[in-house]
């Protein structure tokens, strides 16, 4: 039971037992009543029918879900019940004669939150929404292409292979053995970081704790989106990862092969080319655009040469997985051993940390809302990824 109705209650109970003893005193007395008396009687049976009108009303939109004074303001009601002319008249201190009546100023509710005494809080509550739109997710896949593997250290040295001559072959008895050769060179990567931090108000991370848990998400799809494109575009400049795709052999047709007319066909040779390398591709990497014209191809009778529009299968070209993402440039192709050829190594995985001492945060009410990672990238065999463009010149 909420204050408006108790309070009326209360009042209502005590005009019943200022009746009941106003009654009893009648009886007393052999029946009599003065004048006097039953003006006050019918005063109190006035009043007594208008707090039992008020206590409906109260009950009515309680029922309804819009009883006054659930954001904080009094109803009128309340301010009624509150006020002392009510109280002492309850208590028996006030005595009404006929055509008296009490009059109570109450304050007018309204939808804003007003600054005059007595008006608190808003009446009528705001429709807030609380769902959030959230932005449409890229479909990470590089990462998962690629070896995983991890560090304690901030520097990666390992031997990269970047070409071999095989000469092994059958030897005469006594004859020299043929000498073969692998040129190997050191490389010395780095661990680099990626990062990102925004900034919020303390109210809104503690009222809302949805809101919190989206920011924490979409800062992990910021650096996510960050990395995968350091992971195949990085330039390995200053505090770039080297990517993929920036030590990638380029595309050239192999000896022997037919020439390529359509774009599935230079795919294909890419696929040899890494293959003659000593390297099977396990993967391909296309912008989707590119793809979708792929899928869109058909033959002179309008089937469609890759898949079948109402297909579940994954995405697949010649028997490999074909991965397609917007890191890549459009009218560019990636195709290699990504398991064999490259690894990623991570230091320290993507953490969210929140702090109030950055900057003058305390004081604003204010929190900085942090996230990081540190990774390396190795690539062991340039040779063993081909890049180049789509197009048949």
Same mark, same amino acid.
């Given at each position: ?8 209650e ?7 037992a ?7 005193e ?15 009687? $019918?005063?109190?049976?006035? @009043? ?7 206590? +409906?009303?109260?009950?009515? @939109? !309680? ?6 004074? *659930? ?8 301010q009624?019940?509150e ?5 002492s ?5 006030q005595?009404?004669?006929? &055509? ?16 005059a005494? &007595?008006?608190?809080? !808003?009446a /009528?509550?705001? $429709?807030?929404r ?9 479909? #990470? ?6 070896a995983?593997?991890?560090?304690s ?6 031997? @990269?292979?970047t ?10 008895e006594?004859? +020299?053995?043929?000498?073969?050769? /692998? ?10 970081k990626?990062?990102t ?9 503690? $009222?809302?704790?949805?809101? +919190? ?7 992990r ?25 920036t =030590? ?8 022997? *092969? ?14 040899? !080319? ?11 990497v ?9 899928e869109?191809?058909?033959?002179t =009778?309008g089937?469609?040469? /890759?898949?079948?529009?109402?297909g ?13 993402? !917007? ?6 192709f990636?195709?290699?051993? #990504?398991?064999? &050829?490259?690894?990623?190594?991570? +230091? ?13 945060? #305390?004081?604003?009410n ?11 990238? *190795?690539v062991?065999?340039?040779?063993? #990824? ?5 197009a048949?010149?």
């Amino acid at each position: 039971m909420d204050m408006d109705t108790k309070k009326i209650e209360e009042a209502l109970g005590g005009l019943s037992a200022q009746i009941k003893t106003q009654g009893a005193e009648i009886l007393a007395k052999a029946g009599e009543m003065t004048a006097e008396q039953k003006e006050r009687i $019918d005063g109190m049976l006035l @009043k007594q029918g208008e707090l039992q009108e008020a206590l +409906r009303e109260v009950q009515q @939109k !309680q029922a309804r879900g819009d009883a006054p004074g *659930a954001m904080g303001a009094k109803s009128m009601g309340q301010q009624a019940v509150e006020s002392e002319q009510i109280k002492s008249f309850a208590s028996g201190a006030q005595r009404l004669r006929k &055509g008296q009546s009490i009059e109570i100023a109450v304050k007018a509710i309204t939808s804003a939150t007003g600054t005059a005494a &007595g008006n608190v809080g !808003q009446a /009528i509550a705001p $429709d807030r929404r609380t769902e959030i739109l959230r932005v449409p997710d890229r479909r #990470f896949t590089i990462r998962d292409l690629v070896a995983p593997g991890a560090t304690s250290s901030n520097v990666i040295i390992y031997p @990269k292979e970047t070409g071999y001559t095989n000469n092994a072959a059958p030897v005469a008895e006594g004859a +020299r053995k043929p000498e073969s050769n /692998i040129t190997m060179v050191t490389v010395t990567e780095t661990v680099k970081k990626i990062a990102t931090f925004m900034k919020a108000s303390t109210e809104v991370l503690s $009222d809302l704790p949805a809101l +919190r848990s989206f920011i924490d998400y979409r800062l992990r799809y910021m650096l996510r989106f960050r990395e995968e494109a350091q992971l195949l575009m990085g330039s390995g400049v200053g505090n770039n990862l080297n990517g993929i795709y920036t =030590q990638a052999t380029a595309y050239a047709a192999p000896a022997g *092969a037919t020439a390529p007319t359509t774009p599935i066909d230079k795919l294909r040779l890419a696929l040899l !080319q890494a293959e003659l390398a000593e390297f099977p591709s396990d993967g391909l990497v296309l912008h989707p655009t590119d793809w979708a014209n792929i899928e869109l191809q058909k033959d002179t =009778q309008g089937r469609y040469l /890759i898949g079948n529009p109402q297909g579940t299968l994954a995405p697949t070209l010649w028997n490999r997985p074909v991965v397609a993402t !917007q890191a890549m440039t459009v009218g560019q192709f990636l195709a290699g051993a #990504f398991q064999l &050829g490259a690894q990623i190594f991570d +230091r320290e995985d993507a953490a969210v940390v929140i702090a109030t001492e950055n900057e003058d945060d #305390f004081v604003n009410n204010l929190v900085t809302i942090l996230i990081e990672e540190r990774l390396a990238l *190795a690539v062991y065999r340039p040779e063993a #990824f081909v890049k180049g463009a789509l197009a048949i010149t």
